[in-house]
């Protein structure tokens, strides 16, 4: 059995090394932020920044895989590993090297000089280790299947040989704030995802058909959430009861009803843009997967919309986003039951609506009012796991 290290600490490393000037700044602080939000609480005081890196340090090798997991859920991480500290001389990377092997396996020595005015080259400390081959428990071997990172900072080496690809992306909050429609479906749950990657902090925006925020609490709702949480625990959620809607809707022709559905869910979803200050919305909609996702209707549904809006799935098949929400472990949620807001679904709903048409229905139908109304009786806060917590914008 190799013996089991104990770990010093976690060391963490950002991709995007383009980034310069404030923008590095602005990133890295966020990435601090977001690492210290999804720790184990007594972690958030054991971050710091070493040059171009992170570092956790760890209580107990037990806590390893806790923090490990959390760090595997942030944006922004290009990779991580857990490490031992060594001394700067030969001797002791050596003896710490042993550490991490068992007998016999062939290892590739993987050097980096992060602090460069000590005495060895990265080629002088592979050599050194050929050398003294004698005193190694493994193999260095150039093509070896294991790796060992050693990396020298000033005053010590950071030794680890089991790196983690993190996420990538960018931190969330990087990019602003975003208000994203999220349905009970699989694509939204996965756009969400695809918007936080790229920075974007959500405000997350739901219509629910069901009588009390109590009965919406039962459903799978609150597990769609939970399943974004990881990657941005700190998301506030806007319950907004379509029954309003609905009402309304009853007045025109049930061929109308989803693109006055889509036009309600665009203007609400502006309207808290503007309290919430995002400068952008985010859907699950996907180029022609329905009727209501032609580029016609899409343009006349969205039409008066002064926001961007972000669609990460346009260029998706159903196929490629249910095999994402799967490996996202969304899919199985997505399945379930769930009542749908826009309930009266036409057989026949229209696929090629002009901007103007659509305008006339929705004020004819009395529309205007309603994304306010509706706002006024959402229920609107942090979101704790469970429910929705009151709690003031940021
Ligand atoms: P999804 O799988 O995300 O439900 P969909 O394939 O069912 O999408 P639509 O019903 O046309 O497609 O919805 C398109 C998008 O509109 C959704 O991806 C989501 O962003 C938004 N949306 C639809 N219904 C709701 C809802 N009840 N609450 C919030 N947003 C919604
Ligand atoms: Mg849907």
Same mark, same amino acid.
């Given at each position: 059995?190799?013996?089991?290290?104990?770990? @010093?600490?976690? &060391?963490?490393?950002?991709?995007?090394?383009?980034?310069?000037?404030?923008?590095?700044?602005?990133?890295?602080?966020?990435?601090?932020?977001?690492?210290?939000?999804?720790?184990?609480?007594?972690?958030?005081?054991?971050?710091?920044?070493?040059?171009?890196?992170?570092m956790?340090?760890?209580?107990?090798?037990?806590?390893?895989?806790?923090?490990?997991?959390?760090?595997?859920?942030?944006?922004?991480?290009?990779?991580?590993?857990?490490?031992?500290?060594?001394?700067?001389?030969? @001797?002791?990377?050596?003896?710490?090297?042993?550490?991490?092997?068992?007998?016999?396996?062939?290892?590739?020595?993987?050097?980096?000089?992060?602090?460069?005015?000590?005495?060895? =080259?990265?080629?002088?400390?592979?050599?050194?280790?050929?050398?003294?081959?004698?005193?190694?428990?493994? &193999?260095?071997?150039?093509?070896?299947?294991?790796?060992?990172?050693?990396?020298?900072?000033?005053?010590?080496?950071?030794?680890?040989?089991?790196?983690?690809i993190?996420?990538?992306?960018?931190?969330?909050?990087t990019?602003?704030?975003? &208000?994203?429609?999220?349905?009970?479906?699989? @694509?939204?749950?996965?756009? %969400?995802?695809?918007?936080?990657k790229?920075?974007?902090?959500?405000?997350?925006?739901?219509?629910? %058909?069901?009588?009390?925020?109590?009965?919406?609490?039962g459903?799978?709702?609150?597990?769609?959430?939970?399943?974004?949480?990881?990657?941005?625990?700190?998301?506030?959620?806007?319950?907004v009861?379509?029954?309003?809607?609905?009402?309304?809707?009853?007045?025109?022709?049930?061929?109308?009803e &989803?693109?006055?559905?889509?036009?309600?869910?665009?203007?609400?979803?502006?309207?808290?843009?503007?309290?919430?200050?995002?400068?952008?919305?985010?859907?699950?909609?996907?180029?022609?997967?329905?009727?209501?996702? =032609? %580029?016609?209707?899409?343009?006349? =549904?969205?039409?008066?919309?002064?926001?961007?809006?972000?669609?990460?799935?346009?260029?998706f098949?159903?196929?490629?986003?249910? =095999?994402?929400?799967?490996?996202?472990?969304?899919? @199985?949620?997505?399945?379930?039951?769930?009542?749908?807001?826009?309930?009266?679904?036409?057989?026949? *709903?229209?696929?090629?609506?002009?901007?103007?048409?659509?305008?006339?229905?929705?004020?004819?139908?009395?529309?205007?009012?309603? *994304?306010?109304?509706?706002?006024?009786?959402?229920?609107?806060?942090?979101?704790?796991?469970?429910?929705?917590?009151?709690?003031?914008?940021?």
């Amino acid at each position: 059995m190799p013996e089991k290290p104990e770990y @010093d600490g976690i &060391v963490i490393h950002f991709g995007e090394l383009w980034l310069k000037g404030r923008n590095r700044h602005d990133f890295i602080n966020a990435l601090m932020r977001n690492i210290r939000l999804a720790l184990p609480g007594e972690y958030a005081d054991r971050l710091e920044k070493m040059r171009d890196r992170l570092m956790l340090n760890v209580r107990s090798s037990e806590d390893v895989g806790a923090c490990m997991d959390a760090l595997s859920n942030i944006f922004g991480i290009s990779w991580f590993a857990p490490f031992r500290k060594s001394g700067t001389d030969m @001797d002791s990377m050596i003896s710490m090297a042993n550490s991490f092997f068992s007998n016999g396996e062939n290892v590739k020595i993987e050097p980096h000089r992060s602090y460069k005015m000590g005495q060895m =080259t990265s080629k002088d400390i592979v050599s050194n280790f050929i050398k003294r081959q004698a005193e190694l428990k493994f &193999v260095p071997e150039k093509l070896g299947d294991k790796k060992l990172y050693i990396d020298v900072l000033e005053d010590f080496c950071i030794v680890h040989s089991k790196k983690r690809i993190g996420l990538g992306g960018l931190p969330v909050g990087t990019s602003g704030k975003a &208000v994203v429609l999220l349905s009970g479906g699989i @694509d939204s749950p996965v756009a %969400a995802y695809y918007a936080l990657k790229r920075g974007l902090e959500p405000v997350y925006l739901h219509f629910y %058909a069901y009588g009390t925020i109590e009965e919406f609490y039962g459903t799978k709702m609150p597990k769609i959430l939970n399943s974004l949480l990881k990657y941005y625990p700190r998301a506030r959620v806007y319950a907004v009861p379509v029954h309003l809607f609905q009402i309304s809707a009853m007045k025109e022709q049930q061929k109308y009803e &989803v693109v006055l559905f889509k036009k309600f869910i665009y203007e609400t979803a502006h309207i808290i843009s503007e309290r919430e200050n995002a400068k952008v919305i985010v859907t699950g909609e996907s180029l022609g997967q329905v009727s209501s996702q =032609t %580029a016609e209707n899409l343009a006349a =549904t969205s039409q008066g919309i002064r926001c961007l809006i972000f669609r990460p799935l346009l260029g998706f098949d159903k196929q490629e986003i249910i =095999t994402k929400s799967k490996e996202l472990g969304m899919y @199985d949620i997505s399945i379930m039951p769930y009542k749908d807001a826009c309930s009266l679904r036409s057989r026949n *709903p229209v696929t090629r609506i002009s901007p103007s048409a659509l305008e006339s229905i929705y004020s004819r139908a009395g529309m205007e009012q309603i *994304p306010r109304q509706s706002i006024e009786k959402a229920s609107v806060g942090f979101w704790n796991g469970k429910s929705i917590e009151r709690g003031p914008s940021q």
